[in-house]
């Protein structure tokens, strides 16, 4: 029988292989390996946005020009905002701008919407001391909450599309999203596509585990399942789920298998069955990331003002150079 030891290795060389660029299938007409789906519809896209600005409803108008096949919601977290409920006519001024670019595409919620569906997330750590809500740590149970609105809202079933995309607002891509969201793999020399697709997914050693605050962020479950030798980590500024993946981190939340948010999904992804198949990785190359200067998650970390990026990123999308940029929060 294989040592854990050399379960990670295979682990590992499968995600190196998977991370191999390869072309884009947005025709929807391969079905998953095992037959479990067969057939899906198109994508979603979830953008996470709080206060949208000019430059990112531009940003957002390009995905959607870009990725036809796709719908786009926006999800909103007003936690921090002390208010007890909030539509778009009590929004702010650039929600309700969005709004009319977007029509009837924004999902507001609280983490009380985030406790009432998972009891298990009242005994988790919160984050008052920041100023934000549950989703700011536990992302997945967010995403879930929304895609509950969304199905009630429209009658649509999240389960006929072929996945998620999780994409910040603050994320800007200066080449066509069609290059970057491409989740396409070969397996057994089909084509297929992956069920989870970010960056820099990668396996964490129990010393990494021990010294990162954040990876302490587990509920005793999640623990029990996966204990500290069997975690991931991703970075989750742009993130896919196929709809398969969605529904079995969906239902460790239900069970009470909480941690924090770049360690919950790729950690599942990594030890859980999908039907009757493993969860396929892709990872994000990360050639498609600018220089530090410009892909940093804080302005703070190389003095960078936002006009800086802003004319940086202006200047790849005329020139047609594809880069990731963050944080552009205008």
């Known amino acids: ?25 947005w025709e929807h007409s391969s079905k998953t ?24 409803m ?18 909103v977290d007003y936690t921090s905002q002390n208010k007890s409920s909030m539509d778009v006519a009590s929004s702010s001024a650039n929600i309700q701008e969005l ?57 649509k079933k999240f389960s006929d599309y072929c996945g998620l995309w999780l994409v910040e607002d603050d994320l800007a891509f200066s080449g066509k999203w069609t290059e970057i969201m491409d989740n396409s793999i070969e397996v057994d020399g089909k084509r297929t596509r992956a069920d989870l ?19 302490q962020i587990a509920s005793p479950s999640f623990k029990e399942r996966y204990p500290r030798d069997k975690r991931w980590t991703l970075d989750s500024y742009m993130m896919y789920y196929s709809s398969e993946l969605f529904e079995q981190v969906n239902a460790d939340a239900l069970e009470g298998r909480h941690a924090w948010s770049e360690m919950n999904v790729p950690t599942v992804c990594a030890y859980e069955k999908l039907g009757n198949r493993d969860c396929r990785y892709k990872i994000i190359d990360v050639d498609w990331k600018d220089n530090v200067e410009y892909f940093t998650p804080s302005l703070d970390d190389y003095n960078r003002t936002l006009e800086e990026i802003e ?18 929060k205008n």
Request: proline share 4%.
């Open 1 to 25: 029988m294989a040592t854990e030891g050399k379960k990670m290795e295979v682990l590992a060389a499968v995600l190196l292989l998977l991370a191999v660029p390869s072309k884009a299938i």
């Open 99 to 155: 709004d009319t670019i977007f029509p009837n595409s924004i999902y507001f919620f609280h983490d009380e919407d985030m406790t009432e569906k998972f009891p298990g997330l009242k005994t988790m750590r919160h984050f008052q001391e920041f100023g934000k809500g549950l989703a700011w740590g536990y992302h997945f149970e967010g995403f879930s909450v929304v895609i509950d609105k969304f199905e009630k809202r429209t009658g």
């Open 58 to 75: 531009q940003r957002f108008k390009k995905i959607e020009k870009e990725r036809p096949d796709a719908d786009i919601i926006f999800s």
């Open 311 to 328: 004319q940086r990123y202006e200047e790849f999308l005329n020139s047609g150079v594809s880069k990731l940029m963050h944080p552009l």
């Open 33 to 56: 390996l095992d037959g479990n789906k067969e057939s899906c519809s198109k994508d979603l896209i979830m953008i996470r946005t709080t206060e949208p600005g000019k430059h990112m």
């Open 197 to 215: 697709y970010a960056l820099r997914v990668e396996y964490r050693p129990n010393d990494v585990i021990d010294n990162v605050e954040w990876y």
